[in-house]
């Protein structure tokens, strides 16, 4: 088991910046591909940004947004600029085991443990 916790959530005017965290517990976590997804209000859960040893972001928040990671503490990144209204969601971070030398998991079903989200909310 994996477990994932969030934080850096809040409130922000377009335009600025936040830094999201996500820490995990219970497992060799470098082994792990680490993921940020967002849900916006009645909207479905969509992919942001990923990371093994390279990076791929959804288009909406290419150039703005930043995934790392910091193996030695088991935790990602995400580091969140030029912020818009459109950005407004949960933030979820989400694992899976292993990586992929072909392919960047973009889609929640390919993640098996998920964060319980952080609220990002970006007034215009």
């Known amino acids: 088991q994996v477990q994932l916790v969030e934080s850096g959530g809040g409130l922000v005017q377009a335009g600025g910046s936040l830094r999201l965290s996500c820490t995990g517990a219970?497992?060799?976590?470098?082994?792990?591909?680490m993921a940020w997804f967002r849900q916006a209000p009645g909207k479905e859960r969509e992919f942001v940004a990923t990371i093994t040893w390279s990076t791929y972001y959804a288009d909406s928040v290419k150039g703005r947004f930043t995934i790392s990671r910091d193996n030695a503490k088991n935790t990602v990144y995400l580091q969140m600029n030029s912020l818009k209204p459109e950005d407004t969601a949960v933030y979820y971070c989400a694992a899976r085991a292993g990586y992929s030398v072909t392919t960047y998991y973009t889609d929640r079903g390919d993640y098996d443990y998920w964060g319980q989200g952080t609220q990002v909310t970006v007034s215009s």
């Open positions: 219970g497992r060799t976590f470098s082994r792990f591909t």
